[in-house]
C-alpha cells in the first residue's frame, strides 16, 4: 500500500519546505519534488495545504477507572476521534491501584488497548512502593519499551504517593535511564480544602477550583523539582496550569535543571468562569485538576509556550458524561475528574497559537508533536516528515473552518469543553503508518491498527555522568 502526498508544504519543527510525501508499508519513503506515484498509489493532493507530522498527545486515559467509574473514550473510539483532528499517537497511562501488582496493571492495559486504531504508549504510574515495584520497574524499561514513570502527587486515599515513594521510585528511574513524571498538586492541602469548603456549606463544582488553587499546584511542582534535582533525574511536570509551576519549572531550567513542562490545550483557553455556571452539567463537565484558571495564568501559559519553558501541550483526555458526572451532584469532591478534547488540540492550537502570531508553524509542529517524541525518545520514528520516519502524518488545511461541538465531534462523550468556538484550520486527512484514515470528515480505521510503540530507556545519569554505581546496569540507548 503506498500514498503519496502531492504538492503541499512540509513543516517540520526545524524548516518548512514544498515536496511530496510518498509512504510505503508504512514509512515515509521519499521526500522531494515531483515524485512519481508509484502504480496503484492513493494520491492525496496536498495543493495550498501544510504536510505535517501527526500529532501526539503525551497525556491521555482512554477509558480509566477511576473515581468509582470507567472513562468513556475506551481505547479504539478516543484514538480514532484523535485521528480525526490530526493526532496519530498518543501516550497513555497505566495506573496500578494501590498494592496492584504493576506487572498486572500493565498487562491489563496493554490488552484493553489493542483495539487502538493509531499508534500508543503507556507510561507507568508508581502508585505505592515495595521490592516487587523496584524490580517491576527494570522489567518494563529494560523488556516492555517503557521510559517514563508517572507520580501523581494528588488523589489522597487513591493513587496520590507520598515523598517517600517519590524518593524510591526518582532513584530507581535515573539507575534504568528513565524520565520521571508528575501531577503537580499537593494533595494533603487539597484533602483539607475540601473539607473545609463542603463543611461551609460548598457543595457544588464552584468548590471544586477552590479546594485546588495554584500555590497547591506551585508548591507541589516545587518538591518535584527539587527532589529530582536532587537525585539528578529528568523530570517533566504534567499539565501545568499557573503561574506558580511554570515559575518553578522557568528557574529550575534557568539553573541548568532537566526540567520539562506540559501545558493542555484547555489551560490555554478556558477560564474558571466555567465553575461558577448555575447549569450544574456544565460546570461538573468542565471539572478536572488542576482546575481551569483565572485570564492572567492563561497569559502566562501562552508565554512559557512561546518561550519554550513548556515544551509540549497535551489534552490528559479523560471523558466522563453527564450521568457519570452527576456522582457530584451534591459533593463537588465525587464529581469524576477529567475533560476530553484529544479530537480538537491541534485546530484550537492553531487558531489561537499559530493565527494569533503567538506561534509559528514550525512551533506548532514542536509543541503538538517533535518536542514529546525527544522527550520521551521516539523521535526521529515518531515527530518528523523525514525519510526513515513512521508515515504519521497530517494534511492541513489552513483555511477550513469549522465549529466544535458534541453534537458533531468523534469522541465519546456528551460534551466538549470547546463547545461553539469555530477555528479556521483543520486536518483535511490524516495518515496513520502509511494509510488515509481520515479524510473530508470521515474516518476509515480499522479496529487493532495502532501499534504499541517501544520507547527505550536514556542513557542513565550514572552513564552519563561517567559515575560508578553498583546498581546501574546497561540499557538500550536509542541516541
Ligand atoms: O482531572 C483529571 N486530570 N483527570 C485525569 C487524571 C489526572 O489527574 O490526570
Ligand atoms: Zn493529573
Ligand atoms: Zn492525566
Redo the contacts with the bound molecule.
Keep these: 500500500m503506498s500514498v503519496l502526498i502531492q504538492g503541499g508544504t512540509v513543516v517540520n519543527a526545524d524548516r518548512s519546505f514544498c515536496a511530496d510525501v510518498l509512504c510505503q508499508k508504512g514509512l515515509i519513503t521519499a521526500v522531494g519534488e515531483g515524485l512519481k506515484a508509484p502504480s496503484g498509489a492513493t494520491i492525496v493532493d496536498a495543493g495550498g495545504q501544510y504536510v505535517m507530522p501527526g500529532g501526539i498527545d503525551p ?1 491521555t ?1 482512554m477509558q480509566l477507572p477511576f473515581m468509582g467509574t470507567v472513562a468513556s473514550d475506551d481505547f479504539y473510539s478516543g484514538t480514532a476521534a484523535g485521528l480525526a483532528g490530526g493526532t496519530t499517537m498518543i501516550i497513555d ?1 497505566v495506573i496500578p491501584a494501590p498494592q496492584q501488582d504493576i506487572m498486572d496493571a500493565y498487562k491489563q492495559w496493554r490488552e484493553w488497548a489493542e483495539k487502538s486504531v493509531a499508534d500508543y504508549s503507556f507510561h507507568v504510574a508508581i502508585t505505592w512502593w515495595d521490592e516487587s515495584v523496584h524490580a517491576a520497574m527494570g522489567t518494563l524499561v529494560k523488556k516492555h519499551g517503557v521510559n517514563s514513570f508517572k507520580h501523581f502527587m494528588a488523589y489522597k486515599g487513591a493513587i496520590m504517593c507520598d515523598d517517600e515513594v517519590l524518593v524510591n521510585s526518582f532513584t530507581r528511574a535515573r539507575e534504568l535511564g528513565a524520565i520521571v513524571t508528575v ?1 503537580a498538586e499537593n494533595g494533603e492541602l487539597v484533602f483539607r480544602l475540601q473539607k473545609e469548603i463542603f463543611e461551609k456549606g460548598v457543595t457544588g463544582p464552584e468548590g471544586h477550583p477552590l479546594s485546588r488553587p495554584p500555590q497547591v499546584e506551585g508548591e507541589a511542582a516545587n518538591r518535584a523539582i527539587r527532589i529530582a534535582e536532587v537525585l539528578k533525574v529528568p523530570l517533566y511536570v ?2 501545568n496550569s499557573c503561574i506558580q509551576s511554570l515559575q518553578a519549572i522557568t528557574r529550575a531550567r534557568n539553573e541548568g535543571q532537566r526540567v520539562f513542562g506540559e501545558v493542555l490545550a484547555g489551560h490555554l483557553l478556558i477560564d474558571d468562569s466555567v465553575y461558577r455556571n448555575p447549569d450544574f452539567d456544565i460546570a461538573a463537565a468542565h471539572v478536572m485538576s488542576p482546575p481551569f484558571r483565572s485570564a492572567e495564568h492563561q497569559a502566562a501559559l501562552w508565554q512559557g509556550l512561546q518561550s519554550g519553558n513548556l515544551q509540549t501541550t497535551a489534552t ?1 483526555h ?1 471523558c466522563f458524561c453527564a450521568d457519570q458526572k452527576a456522582a457530584g451532584r451534591n459533593d463537588f469532591r465525587l464529581i469524576p475528574n477529567g475533560t476530553g478534547g484529544v479530537e480538537n488540540r491541534l485546530e484550537v492550537l492553531w487558531h489561537h497559537g499559530v493565527r494569533t502570531g503567538r506561534l509559528t508553524m514550525n512551533e506548532f509542529v514542536r509543541v503538538t508533536s517533535t518536542n514529546a517524541a525527544q522527550i520521551f525518545n521516539i523521535y526521529p520514528q515518531k515527530g518528523s516528515i523525514t525519510v526513515g520516519s513512521d508515515a504519521d502524518i497530517v494534511v492541513w488545511d489552513p483555511v477550513a473552518t469549522k465549529t466544535i461541538s458534541a453534537k458533531t465531534h468523534k469522541q465519546n462523550v456528551d460534551y466538549n469543553i470547546f463547545e461553539g468556538m469555530t477555528v479556521t484550520g483543520c486536518a483535511s486527512h490524516t495518515i496513520s503508518r502509511g494509510k488515509v484514515v481520515f479524510a473530508k470528515g470521515e474516518l476509515d480505521v480499522e479496529r487493532g491498527a495502532g501499534r504499541y510503540v517501544d520507547r527505550p530507556a536514556f542513557a542513565s545519569y550514572y552513564d552519563a555522568l561517567n559515575l560508578q554505581s553498583q546498581q546501574a546496569e546497561p540499557v538500550a540507548v536509542r541516541r
Design positions: 497525556h486515559h497511562f501531577h504534567v499539565h490528559d479523560c
